[in-house]
């Protein structure tokens, strides 16, 4: 099993930027590839931004590209999202999700691919 808990998010105004932060425990972080997903009231849940097992693979949905970055820290066991230039089209439920993978540069995009999930953390931008 592995537990996920996530945290930083909160209310900003359009413009603004806000960290996302993924604390990862139980089994051995580095061998997850990891991904930040959201779901909007109405709205399927869908992936923002995916990163490798290594750190070196990152991947992003294209409406985020250029205003998000996803990076890990295995020693650590974190995974973080610093978000940029929020659009209240970001606004959303954010979810940090674990998924096993044998390829230390594999990302994994889609969310069947994910086993283990976070709560979920609130962002909500106002305009």
């Known amino acids: 099993q592995v537990q996920l808990v996530e945290s930083g998010g909160g209310l900003v105004q359009a413009g603004g930027s806000l960290r996302l932060s993924c604390a990862a425990s139980?089994?051995?972080?580095?061998?997850?590839?990891m991904g930040w997903f959201r779901q909007a009231p109405g709205k399927e849940r869908e992936v923002v931004a995916a990163i490798s097992r290594s750190g070196g693979g990152t991947s992003y949905y294209d409406f985020v590209k250029g205003r998000f970055t996803i990076s890990r820290d295995n020693a650590k066991n974190t995974v973080d999202l610093q978000m940029n230039s929020l659009k209240p089209e970001d606004t959303a439920v954010y979810y940090c999700a674990a998924g096993s993978t044998l390829m230390w540069d594999r990302i994994l995009t889609g969310p069947n691919a994910y086993s283990y999930w976070g709560q979920g953390t609130q962002v909500t931008v106002s305009s």
């Open positions: 139980g089994r051995t972080f580095s061998n997850y590839a």
